[in-house]
T-cell receptor, first 114, second 117 residues
Framework: KAGVTQTPRYLIKTRGQQVTLSCSPI?????VSWYQQTPGQGLQFLFE???????NKGNFPGRFSGRQFSNSRSEMNVSTLELGDSALYLC?????????????FGDGTRLSIL | AQKVTQAQTEISVVEKEDVTLDCVYE???????LFWYKQPPSGELVFLIR??????QNEISGRYSWNFQKSTSSFNFTITASQVVDSAVYFC??????????????FGKGTRLSVIA
């Protein structure tokens, strides 16, 4: 069974640009969550989608947004990039709600802002 | 608010030694879920175990074992006879259940384990 797939693996952008990251969950998984990982803040929750609806949102500015499609694939968008947005962005999927089922993570997208 | 504390930032052991990674959590929920994940240098978080708060049985899986103690709000992870391949960052995480609902994972800061041959 294929795991969670995130594209691209690496991305370099400059301040002020915007970026879209993609996540394909494990087949049959309807919940997709996004996390940001930085050396200073660790792993922080961004948002969770379930059946195309945002169920939870972390404490991030409105520049961070996401969506989920009918096939459960999800995209995350960051607009007006700042240097502090440099991070590893991890996507995770699960069959049901977080907690009830374990989340399975992808390899992540490493975003570098110049 | 929910919180996970992994007091050990880095641990180094010699191969074949046993090592215990500590995890202390805080939650007001009566039902909650605890997890351990492993993050090797490649970056992917690998799921190791999920534990419900109402199941206090300890668990063993090969060289891995977990000790859940509700009385001390701890969920410690022991690797027996460590191997070089165990070198990674290990994260403990918590998700709420009742009454806060199924909340997103809250992660500890992680413990970097280095196993030296």
């Amino acid at each position: 069974k294929a795991g969670v797939t995130q594209t691209p693996r690496y991305l370099i952008k400059t301040r002020g640009q915007q970026v879209t990251l993609s996540c394909s969950p494990i087949s049959g998984h309807r919940s997709v969550s996004w996390y940001q990982q930085t050396p200073g803040q660790g792993l922080q929750f961004l948002f969770e989608y379930f059946s195309e609806t945002q169920r939870n949102k972390g404490n991030f500015p409105g520049r961070f947004s996401g969506r989920q499609f009918s096939n459960s694939r999800s995209e995350m968008n960051v607009s007006t990039l700042e240097l502090g947005d440099s991070a590893l962005y991890l996507c995770a999927s699960s069959t049901g709600t977080v907690g009830n089922q374990p989340q399975h993570f992808g390899d992540g997208t490493r975003l570098s802002i110049l | 608010a929910q919180k996970v504390t992994q007091a050990q930032t880095e641990i180094s052991v010699v191969e074949k030694e046993d090592v215990t990674l500590d995890c202390v959590y805080e939650t007001r929920d009566t039902t909650y879920y605890l997890f351990w994940y492993k993050q090797p240098p490649s970056g992917e978080l690998v799921f190791l175990i999920r534990r419900n708060s109402f199941d206090e049985q300890n668990e063993i899986s090969g060289r891995y074992s977990w000790n859940f103690q509700k009385s001390t709000s701890s969920f410690n992870f022991t690797i027996t006879a460590s191997q070089v391949v165990d070198s990674a960052v290990y994260f403990c995480a918590l998700s709420g259940g009742v009454p806060s609902g199924n909340t997103p994972l809250v992660f500890g800061k992680g413990t970097r384990l280095s196993v030296i041959a």
